[in-house]
């Protein structure tokens, strides 16, 4: 049998090759954790997002009972009063007079 093996080869690497393997190998390895800080910036991006659509219907929710209870304020004020408002009427004057006149 004969003997197929590959014949060696030798390469004699400088200084300055070592050095340009270095650097490419460190830009892989940078490139690679910007990749994975892409990643992460995505995934708070996304969390950020599911939070602002959490909290504005919220926003929103506290502003419409924050109106309704100032309509009920105003509302109210002016139901339970409006004879001080706007004095009493004919007919409640009326009617105050005969209660007086009825009991003297």
Same mark, same amino acid.
């Given at each position: 049998? &004969?003997?197929t093996a590959a014949p060696e080869i @030798? *390469?004699? #690497?400088? %200084?300055?090759?070592r050095g340009v393997a270095a650097a490419i190998k460190e830009l892989g390895n940078q490139l690679s954790q910007l990749k994975q800080k892409q990643q992460e910036v995505a995934?708070?991006?996304i969390s950020l @997002?599911? %939070?602002f659509? %959490? *909290?504005?219907?919220s926003a929103v929710i506290l502003k419409v009972v924050e109106f309704g209870q100032e309509v #009920?304020? &105003?509302s109210s004020t002016s139901i339970d009063s409006p004879g001080a408002k706007i004095g009493p009427s004919p007919r409640s004057a009326q009617a105050l007079k005969e209660r007086v006149l009825t009991i003297s």
């Open positions: 049998m &004969t003997d @030798k *390469v004699t #690497l400088t %200084a300055e090759d995934e708070s991006s @997002k599911n %939070a659509d %959490a *909290v504005i219907p #009920l304020q &105003t």
